[in-house]
């Protein structure tokens, strides 16, 4: 959305040319082919090498509970809540996400100078899912800010970027009722931000007959049953907004409320919707 008339025309020039470099399921991406390499330099784009590294950064920050490194994992608990299946027993999974639990951040060895990126640990694969989003939505800003826009709001599936002003006002932004999609909990305004929300209430499975949703805690390698509907981070940047709604999303309430209050600097925004005693619960922090 955008007043001036070739803002879509670029948006979407740049977006398709990220997405040749980040689409984890087109084959002949640039990411695919890291993720067909084994203890091989691989020589990355400035645009891979950069979003890695910000993904990086975003692991040390949160102590693990971002993690790209779990590819292989996720993409296991993506078959199992696929199929909606009733897990009888945790301890039959067990096995094969301790194994899974193994790919590590460090096994991936990034050289700057070089340009050069190795997956040392066979098998490894990489999921940018949690922050390729937020950091094509940051390079569309920048293309459409170098080509003299000065107002538009970029989505990319619900990861968006409220640039300047729309007819002089601040753009308006809505948090959906995690469980009924066409209600409005909460309204914020924007401008220079980005918003970007994770939630796990749409896809589950089911254990004891208890629901558990797709988002998998890195650390443990299950879905983390932490009560949290979704959680909104409103941020200077994209890429930060969506790599730490994807964290938070596992981190749990208590601890969302400790990394707030450690980094201040990084000047974030968090709405919370929580499921307590059978009500929801919306925080602002």
Same mark, same amino acid.
């Given at each position: ?6 803002? &879509?025309? +670029? ?24 993720? =067909?390499? !084994? ?17 990086? @950064? ?15 994992? *996720? ?39 070089? #340009? ?8 490894? #694969? ?10 094509? +939505? ?7 800010? #170098? ?18 002003? !729309? /007819? ?12 009924? @999609? ?15 929300? =994770?939630?796990? *209430? ?8 208890? @629901? *558990? =949703? ?16 979704? %959680?909104?981070?409103? &941020?200077?940047? &994209?890429?930060? &907004?969506? =790599? ?5 999303? %596992?981190?749990? *309430?208590?601890?969302? @409320? ?22 929801? /619960?919306? !925080?602002?922090?």
């Amino acid at each position: 959305v955008s007043p001036y008339k070739n803002a &879509a025309k +670029i948006s979407g020039e740049e977006f398709r040319r990220l997405e040749k470099i980040f689409n984890l399921y087109d084959p002949n991406s640039e990411l695919a082919q890291l993720n =067909s390499t !084994y203890n091989i330099p691989f020589s990355a784009s400035f645009e891979l090498m950069e979003c890695i590294k910000e993904a990086e @950064k975003i692991y040390k920050l949160t102590g693990g509970f971002f993690d790209i490194s779990k590819a292989r994992l *996720y993409k296991f608990w993506k078959g199992v809540i696929k199929e909606r299946k009733k897990i009888e027993d945790f301890t039959a999974l067990k096995e094969t996400v301790e194994e899974l639990k193994k790919d590590s951040f460090s096994d991936i060895l990034i050289d700057e100078t070089h #340009k050069k990126i190795t997956l040392r640990r066979k098998g490894l #694969k990489l999921d940018l899912g949690g922050i390729a989003k937020g950091y094509i +939505i940051d390079k569309v800003v920048e293309r459409l800010k #170098k080509e003299g826009i000065e107002s538009a709001l970029i989505d990319v599936g619900g990861d968006i970027f409220c640039l300047g002003k !729309y /007819k002089n006002r601040k753009w308006r932004i809505g948090i959906r009722d995690p469980q009924d @999609k066409n209600k409005i909990i909460f309204a914020f305004s924007l401008t220079n931000q980005a918003v970007a929300t =994770s939630g796990g *209430y749409e896809q589950y499975f089911e254990f004891k007959k208890k @629901k *558990y =949703s797709h988002l998998i805690n890195p650390l443990t390698g299950f879905p983390q049953d932490n009560k949290i509907l979704s %959680v909104t981070v409103a &941020a200077e940047k &994209a890429t930060l &907004a969506d =790599s730490l709604a994807t964290a938070f999303s %596992v981190m749990g *309430y208590e601890k969302i @409320k400790e990394f707030i209050r450690k980094h201040r600097e990084l000047k974030i925004e968090v709405f919370l919707v929580l499921m307590e005693k059978g009500r929801e /619960k919306l !925080y602002h922090f």
